[in-house]
């Protein structure tokens, strides 16, 4: 079982930056993908970004791609999104996900965090 903790979600204005962590514990394998997703009101869960534990590349979503970057600590077991050029539509609930490659789907989630970003 794996459990994850997001924090560091808030206001921001419009081309501010906030740092999202994602603090796992429990049985997380070298073999895992972490991701973060969010979703806006009355939209989809949608993919923003994916790293390995270990090694590896990092992915991003087109909207994101050059604003944000994913990195980790592993040592502190923790997943950061920094989060540059905001912008009104990056508002969301904005969740961690962890799974191992194996799968096809995330398997353990976070319970999100709020970023609302005013025009």
């Known amino acids: 079982q794996v459990q994850l903790v997001e924090s560091g979600g808030g206001l921001v204005q419009a081309g501010g930056s906030l740092r999202l962590s994602c603090a796992a514990s429990g049985r997380i394998f070298s073999t895992y993908t972490v991701a973060w997703f969010r979703q806006a009101p009355g939209k989809e869960r949608a993919f923003v970004a994916a790293i390995p534990w270990v090694g590896g590349t990092t992915n991003y979503a087109d909207s994101v791609k050059g604003r944000f970057a994913i990195s980790r600590d592993t040592a502190k077991n923790t997943v950061y999104l920094q989060m540059n050029s905001l912008k009104p539509e990056d508002t969301a609930v904005y969740y961690c996900?962890?799974?191992?490659?194996?799968?096809?789907?995330?398997?353990?989630w976070g319970q999100g965090t709020q970023v609302t970003v005013s025009s």
């Open positions: 996900a962890t799974k191992s490659v194996l799968v096809q789907s995330y398997q353990y």
